[in-house]
């Protein structure tokens, strides 16, 4: 590969700094070893590194044969990101170091969706955050929100968020002039996507799909390593796929998607008309709990339905594992042993691996990770 000097420093950070994100702590003569760069230009990548405090020397472990070489590790603690999911009503908040752990969180919540509204709420939330953790503005590093809807995350533009009603919005801009530090966004299910490629499930696939049920349904995909966006950043919306034809009336205004016919709002609604009730969501989740028959054949429908589409996905993306997410992963094997039974039946060859990986703090995670994940570059490699 050519490239000047500046193409072969970033490769070279970046080369370092992720093998010790999937290693962990290593010597500089292991770190030379293992990426096959001189011990000369592993030392100077790594003083570098320590300057700006990513990279710092942990304790060397005693050994019988004599003193062992001081491993570098990454310097999670020095640095913080914040994230934001927002929702309709609410938004998740959450303060973290750079391995994505979580410092602080709260939630806030929302009765003005306007961009302007948003931006103010999360805005007062920052100091909260930091009195939260003890922890200083100075050691902000970005701020990364999730927002459902498509996101172009290269201009930080919202394309269109059908929740919100926002139209070519240029938020990461609106909000990095009030926040006071870089602002990186992205789709949401694109923000859990990358949390789990930086340090989940995800970790070690080149190829994965991370699927999320909640009060939509989508589907990133992670392709070679990096997340396939799309040409309009509209990729991996399973959830409008049509399911049925001229079914239910979608949040985008099309008929018969698959959220709209299997997503939560649906399955506490179908609940609600069975019984004649308006039932809340811990109203649903709380029969189901309990065995309620109507709640467990609800999930099984929808989870059929879910496993279906699921299977034309990797039918065409063939991704080595499918890591879920989002709220409905609570319901548990009532939704997705009907979904894994589904998938299979429609597979044409290869049978990924299903994986659950869910906190209640995944969504407001994944968005700290969309700032996290520009130390570590994993999404940029620079054309050489
Ligand atoms: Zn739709």
Not at 320 to 327: A, C
Request: proline share 5%; hydrophobic share 45%; charged share 20%.
């Amino acid at each position: 590969m050519k490239g000047n000097a500046s193409t072969s420093r970033a490769l070279n950070r970046r080369l370092i700094l992720n093998l010790l994100r999937n290693r962990g702590p290593i010597s500089r003569a292991e770190l030379a070893s293992v990426t096959g760069l001189s011990p000369a230009a592993v030392t100077f990548v790594v003083t570098e590194l320590m300057d700006e405090a990513l990279v710092v020397e942990r304790e060397a472990v005693a050994s019988s044969n004599g003193r062992r070489p001081i491993p570098v590790d990454i310097n999670y603690e020095a640095h913080l990101a914040l994230g934001f999911k927002l929702n309709r009503s609410s938004i998740d908040c959450v303060l973290t170091d750079l391995a994505t752990s979580p410092l602080a969180t709260l939630q806030a919540t929302v009765t003005d969706i306007t961009p302007e509204g948003m931006i103010e709420a999360i805005r007062v939330t920052i100091p909260r955050l930091l009195a939260q953790a003890a922890r200083e503005e100075k050691d902000i590093m970005g701020i990364g929100v999730s927002i459902p809807g498509e996101v172009d995350p290269r201009n930080g533009v919202c394309l269109q968020s059908p929740r919100f009603g926002w139209r070519d919005l240029p938020f990461a801009e609106m909000l990095a002039e009030r926040g006071h530090a870089p602002v990186w966004i992205d789709d949401d299910v694109n923000a859990f996507a990358i949390a789990q490629k930086l340090f989940g499930a995800g970790r070690n696939h080149r190829n994965f799909a991370a699927l999320a049920i909640g009060a939509g349904i989508g589907c990133s995909l992670v392709l070679n390593g990096d997340i396939y966006h799309g040409s309009n950043s509209a990729a991996g919306k399973l959830g409008h796929i049509t399911s049925v034809p001229g079914g239910a009336l979608c949040e985008c205004g099309r008929r018969g998607c698959l959220m709209a016919h299997a997503a939560e709002p649906y399955m506490i609604a179908e609940w609600g008309r069975r019984r004649g009730v308006e039932p809340t969501r811990a109203d649903f989740a709380a029969s189901a709990a309990t065995g309620d028959e109507d709640a467990l054949e609800i999930l099984a429908n929808a989870g059929s339905r879910i496993g279906r589409h699921l299977a034309d996905l990797v039918n065409l993306f063939d991704p080595e594992v499918i890591v879920v997410g989002g709220e409905a992963v609570q319901f548990g094997n009532a939704l997705l042993d009907p979904l894994k039974r589904s998938m299979e039946e429609f597979l044409f060859f290869s049978k990924p691996e299903i994986q659950t990986d869910w906190v209640p703090s995944s969504w407001a995670r994944g968005a700290a990770a969309l700032a996290t994940q520009g130390i570590f570059d994993f999404e940029r490699l620079p054309s050489g």
